[in-house]
């Protein structure tokens, strides 16, 4: 008896021995020295800035031993001595642009795909690692740029049809033909209907707190403040309809039209102060988008032809013809002066130069092969590849089962979403050229 509770004593013995070496090779086991030690000779930002994301004590460690600060001396040399106060801040930022335009342009991806409407969404906006998708049924739709999960919906009142969406992280903004509604993110029904009176026939719109700036049918442009709830000022852009319209941070209103031309009005002047012209007018621009950091003017049109202009001169950089077709939407990540999606009605999304507006890749999603099933959720996530299209290949022989029209899309770090006048969205998610 004595014997077998020896020998028990010892086996407990000899497991918590073993029990012990094991926990002693864990990361959790190495004291501050060794950490700092380890993560000291990390030479990449964003693996660092990963670690520092691990849990609070690394991210104590990279924080109060300066690591970040000294891989950015190491990076660049002359700042260290430089008298100049060269923000670290704004160095990563730099860094993130460039991997982003990086991926794009030269990284793989891969697509996913999931069921997101009962009848068919059109139109898609992604900011801040969110989605919302919607027109074409009664509802919008909010999911997670990185997991593709749902987040919310959001109830389009008394059965209209909603003709244009946009968001930020605390509301959400929509065009019914002649009303604004808005929707808190957190609440599905609208808690705002603005009256019928003030505009009619909106086709497009543009939101940037506290105004929406709507464009109409008959060419006007109406500025709706949303906390007033009244209209404060309208705008004559075009004789023709108002296709699609932008907010500079300038407080410029920048509105297209059928006729190809794209007219300027000045929020604080209250004047319209210019049109930028087409050398293919007459066309219709179907998308618009400005960089805040260049000031230039994208735009993409029903003849297939990508536009740029730069604001300050007001003349025209480039406009090849991209496409054989409409383009339905152009778009670039805040802060990104690389790189430009644009995609229409023959389905292949093009990444091109906002310098040169040359074409600098094109693909589309290989649907032929088999889908492989990434969740078993409500709205199940499928992935699938990328394929790449040749520079020289004519879109007439690629399948239309690998290139379904794109109706819109948005750019965010390293993704785009599209949304296909179907009940399904696609995001494609690139990484870095390794």
């Not at 801040?128 to 074409?136: A, D, H, Q, Y």
């Not at 709830?229 to 309809?241: D, E, G, Q, T, V």
């Not at 410029?252 to 004047?271: C, P, R, V, W």
Request: proline share 4%.
């Amino acid at each position: 008896m004595e014997a077998s509770s020896s020998r028990g004593r010892s086996g407990s013995a000899s497991l918590r021995r073993r029990r012990g070496a094991g926990s002693g090779s864990t990361a959790q086991s190495l004291n501050d020295d060794i950490l700092r030690s380890v993560f000291s000779r990390l030479d990449d930002h964003f693996d660092l800035a990963r670690c520092s994301a691990v849990c609070t004590s690394w991210n104590r460690i990279i924080v109060t031993a300066h690591l970040m600060r000294d891989l950015y001396y190491k990076r660049n040399p002359p700042a260290r001595g430089s008298s100049s106060n060269i923000s670290v801040k704004s160095y990563f930022e730099s860094l993130a642009m460039d991997e982003h335009a990086s991926s794009l342009s030269s990284g793989p991806a891969d697509a996913y795909q999931w069921i997101g409407h009962p009848m068919r969404a059109t139109l898609c906006r992604m900011k801040g690692g969110s989605i919302l998708t919607g027109v074409g049924d009664k509802i919008l739709r909010l999911w997670s740029a990185e997991t593709c999960k749902f987040m919310n919906e959001y109830n389009v009142p008394n059965a209209k049809t909603l003709v244009d969406f946009d968001f930020d992280e605390n509301k959400i903004v929509g065009l019914i033909s002649s009303q604004i509604c808005i929707w808190r993110r957190s609440e599905p029904r609208s808690i705002f209907q603005s009256g019928g009176a003030s505009f009619n026939h909106g086709l497009c719109m543009s939101f940037a707190d506290p105004e929406v700036v709507i464009g109409c049918e008959d060419g006007r442009a109406f500025v709706y403040d949303m906390y007033s709830r009244s209209c404060s000022s309208i705008y004559r852009l075009h004789s023709s309809p108002v296709t699609c319209l932008t907010i500079t941070d300038d407080q410029l209103i920048l509105g297209g039209s059928t006729f190809g031309n794209i007219a300027i009005a000045d929020q604080t002047s209250g004047q319209k102060i210019g049109v930028l012209k087409s050398a293919y007018a007459p066309l219709a621009i179907r998308s618009l988008s400005f960089s805040t950091n260049s000031h230039m003017i994208f735009a993409g049109s029903s003849a297939g032809y990508a536009h740029c202009w730069d604001l300050r001169t007001m003349r025209p950089l480039w406009e090849p013809r991209v496409s054989p077709n409409v383009i339905y939407s152009t778009h670039h990540l805040p802060g990104d002066t690389t790189t430009l999606a644009v995609g229409g009605i023959d389905g292949v999304l093009r990444l091109i130069s906002q310098r040169t507006g040359e074409i600098i890749r094109s693909i589309v999603v290989d649907t032929d092969r088999p889908a492989e099933p990434m969740s078993r959720s409500r709205h199940q996530v499928e992935k699938k590849r990328v394929r790449e299209v040749a520079p020289d290949a004519r879109v007439d022989n690629i399948s239309t089962r690998l290139r379904p029209q794109i109706t819109s899309l948005s750019v965010g770090m390293k993704k785009i979403v599209t949304t296909h006048g179907e009940n399904y969205i696609r995001i494609l998610k690139f990484r870095p050229q390794k």
